[in-house]
């Protein structure tokens, strides 16, 4: 019999401690979950299902006027941002409910509840009783960061965004990450007049430089406006609108000003330090490559950790950790070629290298980049000339394909399974012997290596 009341306790209801807990409940461990918003998590919730959802929204606009090109008769059409919202709503509840199922089919006891650690074993339940855990595992995410501003109270960030109460018609996004981007081509698509702040000239990190410069061009084209090397001194409540002041004293007007500078890890109320558990930078819970932290029976997984804050790489984790727990086999994740998307207006997505990583791991004078730009065949008859750029990247010595990079419609689509080739240690000759599906933008890939 076990001196504590579960074999193992999870903190956090998201991808990473969803997984963690089903797969342990279904080895016939006790296992508790807990959660003390909704269970899904930011992917779920807050973050990458909404945000899709609104993508797909937001481009009906575009496609009701590029059908003309095709023939259809000009109608009249509006928009319902309180329908969309419901839909939206509707959706997650849905996907709430199955989550919840799964996990109590694994037998897995979901606490409804904000925990907070008494010591390496126990965890308190909102301050009003406690549970102890053989095991321990944080799977708490992050949070949105706001920088210090006058006037801050009166933003929002991406967890009020989904639900605001009507279409912003002059949003203001500081930022110029992927969320601030991707929040963009949302309200640009459905007419606002956007404009984007950020506080330096690097936008869109982690890019390959060439494809965020081609991607920035783009976006502008659509009618984002972009401001860098800027920065938010105050943000005033004028009547219905906001007062925005930048720092070179410039106003701007605005309906909604959304702070998208970054998120840090949500371990504010944890009470990590009873547990003796090692922190660096704004809260990053340190873990080794097995994901345990300095307290041998305490562990986490996903965005907490500051690793890929991706939610694929935190179920990923999860899996390793129950090997490693519960089957007596050590598993480590592989970091290393993840493909990943933005799904701004047009998306962008890559596997692999950068060109600016490949010159530094490999020498530039051992690499060979190759690059296509090409408008698709849908935008020739809809007059949308935005064109597609294909990217990539070959170490001449061994012939492998090391990076490859998209910038257009589908690239989420298109780079996943591309992602799949890179992984396998696809060479030049591979991407040039497979034959294409025509006519498609993604088969540009192989003939671009020729």
């Not at 650690?117 to 855990?133: A, K």
């Not at 404009?195 to 890019?207: A, S």
């Not at 990217?391 to 012939?399: E, H, L, M, P, Y």
Request: hydrophobic residues 35%; negative net charge.
């Amino acid at each position: 019999m076990s001196n504590y009341d579960y074999d193992l306790i999870v903190i956090g209801g998201g991808s990473g401690g969803v997984r963690t807990a089903r797969l342990a409940g279904s080895l016939g461990k006790k296992v508790a979950l807990i959660e003390s918003s909704k269970i899904g998590g930011t992917c779920v919730q807050r973050g990458c299902v909404p945000k899709k959802l609104y993508v797909f929204a937001s481009q009906y606009n575009k496609f009701f006027k590029e059908s003309q090109g095709f023939g259809w008769s000009k109608q009249s059409h509006s928009f319902d941002w309180q329908h969309l919202v419901k839909s939206k709503v509707k959706e997650l509840t849905f996907l709430e409910s199955i989550y919840s199922s799964n996990i109590e089919k694994a037998n897995v006891e979901i606490i409804k509840g904000y925990g907070s650690f008494v010591d390496q074993h126990t965890i308190s339940i909102d301050n009003q009783r406690t549970i102890t855990g053989e095991n321990i595992v944080i799977a708490v995410g992050g949070t949105p960061f706001v920088p210090p501003m006058e006037g801050k109270e009166y933003t929002i960030t991406s967890d009020e965004v989904f639900d605001l109460p009507k279409l912003p018609q002059k949003p203001i996004i500081i930022g110029g990450g992927y969320i601030g981007f991707e929040f963009a081509g949302i309200f640009n698509a459905f007419g606002s007049d956007v404009t984007v702040i950020n506080i330096d000239d690097k936008l869109m990190p982690n890019m390959d430089v060439q494809a965020k410069d081609f991607a920035i061009e783009a976006i502008k084209n659509y009618g984002v406006n972009i401001l860098t090397n800027t920065t938010v001194k105050s943000v005033e409540k004028n009547g219905d609108m906001l007062k925005v002041t930048l720092n070179n004293d410039e106003i701007l007007e605005s309906d909604c000003v959304l702070v998208s500078t970054g998120r840090i890890p949500n371990v504010a109320n944890l009470e990590l330090e009873k547990a003796g558990i090692k922190t660096k930078g704004r809260g990053t819970i340190i873990v080794d490559d097995y994901s345990k932290t300095n307290v041998d029976n305490i562990y986490a997984v996903g965005d907490v950790t500051g690793r890929l804050q991706l939610t694929p790489v935190a179920i990923r984790e999860a899996v390793a950790l129950v090997e490693t727990l519960f089957h007596n086999n050590p598993s480590v994740v592989d970091y290393e070629n993840i493909p990943t998307a933005i799904f701004s207006q047009p998306s962008s997505a890559k596997c692999g290298l950068t060109e600016e990583e490949a010159n530094e791991k490999f020498c530039k004078d051992n690499i060979e980049c190759f690059t296509s730009t090409f408008t698709p065949l849908k935008g020739r008859i809809t007059q949308d000339l935005t064109k597609v750029f294909v990217k990539g990247i070959v170490d001449k010595q061994s012939n492998k394909v090391i990076g490859v990079h998209y910038v257009g419609d589908g690239a989420g689509e298109i780079m996943q399974g591309l992602g799949i080739a890179i992984k396998a240690g696809a060479t030049k000759d591979d991407f040039n012997n497979t034959i294409g599906i025509h006519p498609t933008s993604a088969e540009e890939f192989t003939t671009l290596l020729k």
